[in-house]
């Protein structure tokens, strides 16, 4: 499975970017697929995923309200669109595809968890 991801850039606070995150190779129906974020020195941060055959999204605190995850299931795409968006939430922007059968509690946070991961996109907001 290869992950590619799309839509990073440079925006000032308070505006709005769209990743997008195709997937391809061998999938199964039952999956997760979804984001994390790095800033330098600091550790992968879950933002948001989204469970294919349930719809179900889940989203991180800092983010909830502001961002929001959907999915092209017939493409294996999901987007991430993100609005108001602060200085804070500088980082690289990694997708990543849980397809293994394992949901401890929160497991959608845990990177661990996650069994294929893009190259990641870099979204930087200045103030």
């Known amino acids: 499975v290869q992950l590619q991801a799309f839509g990073g850039g440079l925006v000032q606070a308070g505006g709005s970017l769209r990743l997008s995150c195709a997937a391809s190779?061998?999938?199964?129906?039952?999956?997760?697929m979804g984001w994390f974020r790095q800033a330098p020195g600091r550790e992968r941060e879950f933002v948001a995923t989204?469970?294919?055959?349930?719809?179900?999204?889940y989203y991180g605190d800092s983010v909830k309200a502001r961002f929001t995850i959907s999915a092209d299931a017939a493409k294996n795409t999901v987007f991430l669109q993100m609005n108001s968006l602060r200085p804070e939430d500088t980082a690289i922007y990694y997708c990543?595809?849980?397809?293994?059968?394992?949901?401890?509690?929160?497991?959608?946070?845990?990177?661990?968890?996650?069994?294929?991961w893009g190259q990641g996109t870099q979204v930087t907001v200045s103030s």
């Open positions: 989204i469970s294919r055959n349930t719809g179900i999204t």
């Open positions: 190779g061998r999938t199964f129906s039952r999956y997760a």
């Open positions: 990543a595809l849980k397809q293994r059968n394992s949901f401890p509690v929160g497991w959608y946070r845990f990177v661990d968890l996650y069994d294929y």
